[in-house]
């Protein structure tokens, strides 16, 4: 499906540009992102964004290549590796019961720029 | 890529007919034609001078302004040439006639080259995308300089002389650019296999001379590519295999295997993994396999023999991959069912006959077979869970209704027939039916959402009926069969987007025509047989039929003053919207929307001509507001952030306001800049604000510190006028980016390095910010909250309005090579940047910093609780500590420097 980019990327970049990316040495100690993915969380409920949040970071996790570097951000200069795993440690601290999809069945998402009022269309599901 | 730019702005000429024939409109014209028969002296005047006019053709090459300028300068002259009555007159006409045909032949000249101008410079721009990431730091700075002279050469061209200019320029680009890419191709690998050599096979004790060596020969290179001598910078580079340690036999043999493992990690390492993680016979043999031909390339330098054994395992990946992907559907549990064994026992003798097609196709038979249909339904039952979990995530939180609730019931008892031991697959399979069938509602959501946009612009659009069967299959929960009859039909919907489009349009051009008139009686006719075209399931012909009429001599002119407008109308609006939205007083909107309501009633009377000229003149307000918006934000937050300084740390103030005006002086010339804007005066007003910040500057510069400092104290915050500050030179913003040392020190690698042109656009934006949260409700005032209010971090992307900044942004990371991995990387440093400017957003970010508890600094509330229960006995009533701001700097992401907008 396609996917609201920068809707998403509102979330991301609370990881990538926040907190715990201000710390020298980000990646040493990711318990440093907690207050960060807090954060996150909470926007994302507040949004009603929680779903489309989920299963954003588990395509992105799944399927990095060549993707996942759109929500780098600006700092930090996170590799597509870290990115990875900082993702994945976000994902099992919103959702620590979720399991990541395995290579293959991940959701399909293309990641795309658009209105909001495209995306609301997108999740339009009236005849 | 560079706009279309604005024909009445860029070119005086155009400007000049654009008020001639306003100026022509207004001549004195008699009310009565003289006639013809009897007393016309000068009607083969009239003949020959109309005839010329007709001769004067205004091609689509010209901008869409000088066409609308000159067609209503020649609509203008013919109405005169149809009305005068004077020999005099009409030799002034004459000339006006001779001077506009000749002013259209060169503006067409103009246009033409224009044309194959941006065309080069497209050409231009995509040849430097292609090119940029392989250079080297130099390479990068001289060709994006390049770049910029070339676009420059095209931006300011007005003359054909001058796009010819720009074109020669493109061509002498492109030919550098070709040069610059054949050193990039050099360089990509040489940078990556004297990193690998010299980790790999050069002695530990040797490592530091060649990795000097390595980088004496590239700071060579680099100065020569600064200058565009590739071939120069190539032959330095070349110098690094000549120099001990290195031996250069044993480096030029060890390229072709470095250049196999690149091409395994970048073209075969998916298909690699497909095969290597499935159950094909010896597959399980491959991981092994490559870890062993590594290990003969990095550490053996044996690099013969581990090419030719990475081929052996590419080969078995190439024959094996498509057989896996078939026994990738299946689970383990299949391994029982004695057709399938047979199939995969079949198909692996296939592939050892050389035949991967026949051994796919045995497991693609396999499936077909209506007698395996029960065991295949059983696999697919029991891998549903991993297999359609997302899928139904996804679906049921797009779903409402009935269509939710039967989606939601059956993956409920799927879950329920599959949990039994063994699974109940007879229970399961409606379920699983059902739950494949409602899958193909994501498609039908994509495709409604691709065709909603015109249904919600034109809700005439669904009595088309071209939906109709789609919706019944639909309603009856056949989804598969709706997504059938939808399919099709999705083109056919889009394409009434645009002949709705032109049945409007058209219908406006009629509102337009003297009613009763034979125009308006062959227009009405046209759209009548056009609708019924659209309706007979043709709209794409439809609107073919309705531009054809459109576009004809009789309502051309009358179309295009109408298309011109409206597109003209709409760019403003847009423009206008955000001179609205910056502004911080309604007073100071009202003059900007007056003017906008009066120019579109003359649009909407018809009156083009003047609509034009106003829509112009309007620009130039829209611009003269934006600059005042900007100003006048500016200054209210700063006048608004020395406050705060003050209050939140009264002895501030004797600093703060040492020097400089009272607060009751600053706020009483605020005020009276504000009542410019409010009468309208956006001019005076900006020049107000303007000089307002002006002689602020000491104290703007005393608080901005005042709060850095403040930050500062004892928390890792209080960085950003360091780091991003006016003062930070370009030497130390490009050092950040190449090795992390930050402006001020310290290490902080980044992706973009930038600065702020002035501090009071610092304090601005930290001061949006800090009422940006306030309306979210955090008061970053706060040095106390509720222990059951855990404080987390908020950010914000402050719109200056304005350009506040420049930056160095990083392009190329640094290669690195891990040889314990063996593989290649990227470290978090840059090798190349790109310079922007104008950048006119800052991004800024709040932090909850604790108060220390015994010089420790609590994690979270929990942790505050925590420390503070042990000190004290008891529990904290608040939580102690304050809201720093963490960071603020201007925002690159997304910036187009050429365009000098975000465009993303």
């Known amino acids: ?127 | 890529m560079a706009r279309n730019p604005d024909a009445l702005s860029k070119y005086p000429k155009i400007q000049e007919w654009a008020a001639k024939f306003y100026e022509v409109k207004a001549w004195q014209m008699s009310n009565t034609p003289p006639d013809p028969a009897e007393s016309d002296p000068l009607a083969g005047r009239r003949v020959t001078a109309r005839s010329e006019i007709d001769k004067i053709a205004l091609g689509k090459t010209l901008l869409s302004g000088s066409r609308r300028a000159f067609a209503s300068a020649k609509a203008a002259l013919a109405r005169k040439v149809a009305t005068i009555s004077d020999a005099a007159t009409f030799d002034e006409v004459d000339g006006e006639i001779a001077k506009l045909a000749v002013d259209v032949a060169a503006q067409t000249e103009i246009a033409s080259a224009r044309i194959i101008s941006e065309q080069s410079m497209q050409q231009v721009q995509a040849k430097f995308d292609s090119v940029r990431k392989s250079l080297d730091e130099g390479g990068y700075v001289y060709l994006q300089a390049k770049l910029s002279d070339v676009m420059a050469l095209h931006r300011e061209a007005e003359s054909k002389s001058d796009y010819d200019t720009a074109q020669d320029g493109a061509a002498a680009f492109i030919m550098k650019a070709a040069q610059a890419e054949a050193f990039g191709d050099f360089y990509s690998k040489w940078r990556q296999d004297t990193l690998a050599f010299t980790e790999m096979a050069v002695p530990d004790v040797q490592k530091a001379t060649a990795l000097g060596n390595r980088s004496t020969c590239k700071a060579a290179a680099n100065a020569e590519t600064r200058q565009g001598k590739f071939t120069e910078a190539q032959a330095e580079l070349v110098k690094f295999a000549k120099q001990a340690p290195i031996v250069e036999a044993d480096f030029q043999d060890a390229r072709p295997y470095f250049a196999k493992v690149k091409e395994f990690e970048n073209e075969h390492r998916v298909t690699f993994s497909v095969v290597a993680s499935s159950d094909v016979k010896d597959a399980n043999k491959l991981k092994r396999g490559y870890k062993a031909a590594r290990k003969l390339g990095d550490v053996d330098h044996k690099y013969v023999e581990a090419i030719a054994a990475i081929d052996v395992l590419l080969l078995f990946v190439t024959a094996n991959y498509d057989l896996a992907v078939e026994i990738n559907k299946y689970d383990k549990m299949m391994l029982r069912n004695e057709p399938y064994r047979n199939a995969k026992r079949d198909a692996e003798a296939r592939i050892k006959a050389g035949d991967p097609a026949g051994a796919a196709q045995l497991l693609r038979d396999f499936a077909e077979d209506a007698g395996n249909t029960a065991a295949i339904d059983a696999c697919n039952i029991r891998v549903s869970e991993r297999a359609l979990s997302r899928e139904y995530d996804a679906l049921s939180a797009i779903l409402t209704g009935t269509e939710k609730s039967a989606l939601d019931d059956a993956w409920t008892d799927l879950g329920a027939a599959r949990s039994q031991n063994p699974p109940d697959y007879a229970t399961a399979k409606p379920h699983y039916d059902k739950i494949v069938d409602m899958t193909n509602l994501s498609e039908i959501i994509s495709l409604m959402a691709e065709i909603r946009p015109v249904r919600g612009k034109y809700p005439a659009a669904d009595g088309y009926g071209f939906l109709n069967s789609y919706q019944t299959s639909r309603s009856a929960g056949r989804f598969a069969e709706a997504l059938q009859h939808l399919k099709p039909v999705v083109p056919k919907v889009k394409a009434l987007a645009g002949y709705l489009d032109v049945l409007a349009f058209a219908n406006q051009v009629l509102s337009k025509l003297p009613g009763g008139s034979a125009l308006a009686a062959g227009l009405t006719t046209e759209i009548t047989q056009a609708e019924v075209k659209a309706r007979g399931g043709n709209p794409d012909g439809a609107q073919t039929d309705l531009d054809a009429v459109l576009t004809g001599t009789d309502y051309a002119e009358l179309a295009e003053q109408q298309r011109d407008y409206e597109i003209r109308y709409d760019a403003l609006k847009k423009r206008q919207n955000r001179a609205l939205r910056l502004m911080i007083i309604n007073e100071a909107k009202t003059p900007l929307v007056t003017a906008l309501t009066s120019i579109r009633s003359l649009g909407s009377s018809g009156a083009y001509d003047e609509a034009l000229l106003q829509m112009h003149a309007h620009g130039h307000r829209i611009e003269e507001a934006l600059a005042y918006a900007a100003a006048h934000k500016q200054a209210k937050m700063v006048i608004d952030a020395l406050k705060r300084a003050v209050a939140q740390d009264p002895t501030r103030e004797a600093v703060i306001f040492a020097g400089g005006p009272s607060k009751s002086d600053l706020e009483s010339d605020y005020g009276k800049a504000e009542a410019k804007a409010k009468s309208g005066d956006y001019d005076q007003a900006r020049a107000d604000f303007d000089a307002l910040i002006l002689v602020s500057k000491t104290m703007i510069d005393a608080c901005a510190q005042a709060y850095e400092d403040a930050d500062a104290v004892g928390s890792n915050a209080g960085h950003s006028l360091k780091r991003h500050g006016d003062h930070v030179s370009d030497d130390a913003l490009i050092l950040r980016l190449k090795d992390g040392s930050a402006p001020g020190g310290g290490h902080s690698p980044t992706s973009a390095s930038s600065k702020f042109k002035s501090r009071a656009d610092w304090l601005a934006g930290r001061e949006a910010a800090a009422e940006m949260a306030m309306q979210a409700g955090i008061d970053i005032n706060e040095t106390e909250l509720d222990p059951g209010n855990q404080p987390t971090p908020h950010d914000y992307e402050i719109d200056h309005g304005k350009p506040i900044d420049e930056a160095f942004v990083g392009v190329s990371k640094q290669a690195k090579f891990d040889p314990n991995t063996g593989e290649f990387g990227t470290t978090e440093y840059y090798d190349t940047y790109e310079k922007m400017s104008d950048l006119t957003r800052s991004y800024v970010l709040f932090v909850w910093e604790y108060e220390k508890i015994d010089g420790a600094t609590p994690e979270d509330n929990a942790d505050y609780i925590s420390k503070y229960t042990a000190k004290n006995g008891a529990a904290p009533a608040k939580i102690a500590g304050r809201w720093v701001m963490m960071q603020q700097y201007p925002v690159a992401e997304g910036w187009d420097d050429e365009l000098k907008a975000y465009v993303k």
Do not use: C
């Open chain 1, 1 to 127: 499906m396609r996917m609201h980019r920068d809707m998403i990327r509102k979330y991301t970049r609370k990881l990538t540009q926040g907190a715990g990316a201000s710390a020298p040495d980000p990646m040493s100690d990711l318990s440093r992102f907690d207050l960060d993915i807090l954060g996150v969380q909470r926007a994302a409920e507040a949004d009603g964004n929680t779903d489309w949040l989920r299963l954003s970071l588990d395509a992105l996790i799944t399927d990095p290549t060549g993707r996942i570097n759109i929500f780098a951000g600006q700092g930090y200069p996170f590799s597509d590796a870290q990115l990875v795993e900082l993702f994945t440690y976000a994902f099992h601290k919103i959702w620590p019961d979720a399991m990541l999809s395995e290579p293959g069945n991940e959701l399909v998402m293309e990641f795309e720029r658009m209105t909001d009022e495209e995306w609301a269309d997108q999740i339009d599901s009236s005849m």
